[in-house]
């Protein structure tokens, strides 16, 4: 009886980690670009906001990882660590970047109205910040998932 429960749970956990995965790597496409830009914009000393956008990129991308690692390891059935309550802690990088990137440098840009290009670069980064908010709240749909599925794989 306990092999059955292990199998599943071996089953549920490698479904859990492949979705995580895919959610992560989808989310990893508007960081990716943001960091792009940031370096571009830095490169071009083009004001400190540029720092913000690159370093943001970044830190949100360690904690989107840090947090699926955490739902992965936790549908492993894997005993709660230090580092879980510091990943759980970052997840609000995700929304705070998201936030900062969709309404400060997206509508914020939107709204002065200085151009057409600067209304092309702000939706930009409207979609941009959207981007990665929902990419973040997939990974979290997974989290709630993965408790689902594994709620009765603990007996």
Known sequence: MQGRADEARRVVATAVQDLVAKRLGRGFVPLGVLFVV???QRLAASGGGALWLSAGAL??????????????????GKPHRAWMSLAMLGS??????????????GLRRMATGE?????????????????????????????????VMTMDLEG
């Open 59 to 76: 830190a949100t991308a360690g904690a989107m990882l840090a947090y699926g690692l955490r739902i992965s390891q936790r549908a492993f």
């Open 115 to 147: 151009g057409l290009t600067a209304i092309g670069v702000g939706i930009a980064f409207a979609a941009m910040g959207s981007w990665v908010m929902r990419s973040w709240m997939k990974v979290v749909e997974v989290e709630r998932l993965a408790q």
């Open 38 to 40: 940031g370096v571009a």
């Open 92 to 105: 609000l990088v995700p929304l705070v970047f998201g936030l900062y990137v969709l309404g400060w440098l």
